[in-house]
């Protein structure tokens, strides 16, 4: 018996592996021709690459104490071109089947992830014979990998998917959802480009993973490499860490998922002394990251490095209905065709609790108005930098207050459903606190935010749309929607450059 169940499973394996290849071989080939078309077109550093590009170089030279100071993050997207072995480890460990293969297959599976990453890094880097990499200092090859970033975080969803979705078995489902992820508008446009913000992605989602399986210490390594990405990825890896925390609640029988708020925030209080040890004991990297990063920002007086002048800390209410808006956009298939909107004018109309419902939408609809219409900044880059696309949306329409106060019904329509999402998918897995923390942590980072940048909404969504509950129709209809509107974006970053009246330089309308 254990040899057939091994041969179907092998047989299983196979099927889901030939989708695999398809879908990265989709991907490849979306990638291979933009890499091509962006660097025949824009072949020298194009916006922040311009400080990006020298940075890595300068490491790339051995010049370590080097630092452009108009750079505000920490260094990590510059330091891990030139060590691989992180990664290997990292994927290598992450992706171990966790059902009971043969040894000799969890040998095969591990070794071809690793292979394959020395493959595609063999692009980029050369081999001296003696294990001494050297890194080909150019932009071509600093755009390349966040390709390869892209192809990890297609694989990480998948895991993280099945974990959180164990009723879902159709692995086609899985692999269809996660590709509309990859797809998802603004990340697939910086595949091309430089940026920090596919790596930040991947490696708060392989932190995530890492802790749903059970590796919080690795989870939490991971988590340092994440913020080395990007400062505000504390923020993500203090969720992970949450997370991590009511699941060892739950495993105690201390807290239940219909348990309600405050009753949950109660037991969370006073039975800490009953898993503190627990806690600590799995989870003690991410509370040294957690203190460190304190230290750090005391010290340093911000969580800023380098240029703070256009960074600084605000209160931007509107970011909060701005990322209402762009998610519910993007999620319009799941919320028409998987039923959502159904579900929540039922609840709404027929619910038990009517005037509690009420009363929620009372308020929900009073903070968006006040958020759109008191809430709103723009900052000196949104009213000067007229190559990015919320240049001309603030100017032609959200620089009027009356022309944001009329999206306020939009804004409580779209929350309304995301929150009925949230509930239908996660209601059975965790308790109303996940919502709760989720939320806060987007507000953490969204809000101090003065300039409107729609990178700065790509974690929350990942989030939010790998823990939603689809069908494959509606994936395969984002997937068809994201494929249109990113040629459209790369068509006009192409294709439709102008020069301004002060410089001779080529300017290209991106994100």
């Known amino acids: 018996s254990l040899f057939f169940w091994c041969r179907v499973d092998v047989v299983k394996m196979a099927i889901e592996g030939v989708g695999v290849v398809g879908v990265v071989g989709l991907l490849g080939l979306l990638f291979g021709m933009g890499r091509m078309m962006v660097n025949e077109k824009v072949p020298e550093p194009y916006m922040d690459e311009i400080f990006h590009v020298p940075q890595t170089i300068a490491y790339c030279n051995n010049e370590w104490s080097s630092w452009d100071p108009m750079i505000t993050t920490f260094p990590g997207m510059y330091v891990q071109l030139f060590h691989k072995l992180p990664h290997q480890a990292c994927v290598a460990t992450a992706f171990t089947p966790p059902h009971p293969l043969p040894l000799l297959s969890r040998y095969v599976f591990v070794v071809g992830i690793v292979k394959g990453i020395n493959g595609f890094s063999s692009f980029f880097i050369n081999d001296d014979g003696n294990s001494n990499y050297k890194v080909e200092c150019n932009t071509a090859t600093f755009r390349t990998i966040n390709m390869l970033f892209s192809l990890l975080t297609f694989f990480t969803v998948v895991q993280i998917r099945k974990i959180i979705h164990p009723t879902d078995t159709s692995s086609w489902n899985h692999m269809v959802a996660s590709l509309a992820l990859v797809l998802t508008p603004v990340l697939f446009f910086f595949n091309y480009l430089y940026y920090t913000d596919i790596g930040s992605l991947y490696f708060v989602l392989l932190s995530y993973y890492l802790s749903l399986r059970g590796r919080p210490w690795l989870s939490g390594v991971v988590g340092f490499i994440a913020v080395g990405f990007r400062q505000t990825n504390i923020v993500w890896i203090g969720l992970v860490g949450i997370i991590g925390v009511l699941d060892i609640y739950k495993a105690k029988k201390l807290l239940r ?79 028409i065709f998987d039923g959502h909107v159904t579900s929540l004018f039922k609840k709404v109309c027929v619910g038990k609790h009517l005037f509690v419902t009420i009363g929620i939408g009372t308020l929900l609809t009073g903070a968006s108005f006040f958020a759109l219409r008191y809430g709103a900044m723009a900052h000196p880059y949104l009213l000067a930098d007229n190559r990015h696309y919320p240049f001309y949306l603030w100017s ?116």
């Open 396 to 511: 032609k329409f959200l620089h009027q207050d009356n022309a944001r106060s009329l999206l306020t019904p939009v804004v409580v329509f779209g929350a309304s459903v995301l929150v009925t999402i949230l509930f239908s998918s996660l209601y059975k897995l965790t308790s109303t606190l996940w919502i709760i923390f989720y939320i806060l942590c987007t507000c953490a980072v969204l809000i101090p935010a003065h300039l409107v940048e729609f990178r700065y909404f790509l974690v929350p969504f990942a989030i939010l749309h790998l823990h939603a509950a689809k069908s494959s129709f509606s994936s395969l209809l984002e997937c068809a929607m994201y494929l249109a509107i990113n040629g459209i974006t790369l068509y006009l970053f192409l294709y439709k450059p102008f020069k301004w009246n002060n410089s001779e330089e080529w300017q290209h309308f991106m994100w």
């Open 257 to 335: 998922s219909e348990t309600t708020f405050i009753n949950a925030m109660s037991t969370l209080i006073t039975k800490l002394p009953s898993v503190y040890w627990d806690i600590i004991a799995k989870y003690v990297i991410h509370i040294v990251l957690a203190i460190l990063f304190a230290i750090f920002s005391w010290k340093n007086e911000g969580i800023v490095v380098g240029d703070r002048s256009a960074h600084e800390a605000v209160l931007h209410f509107a970011q909060l209905p701005y990322y209402i808006i762009f998610t519910s956009l993007l999620l319009a298939p799941t919320f």
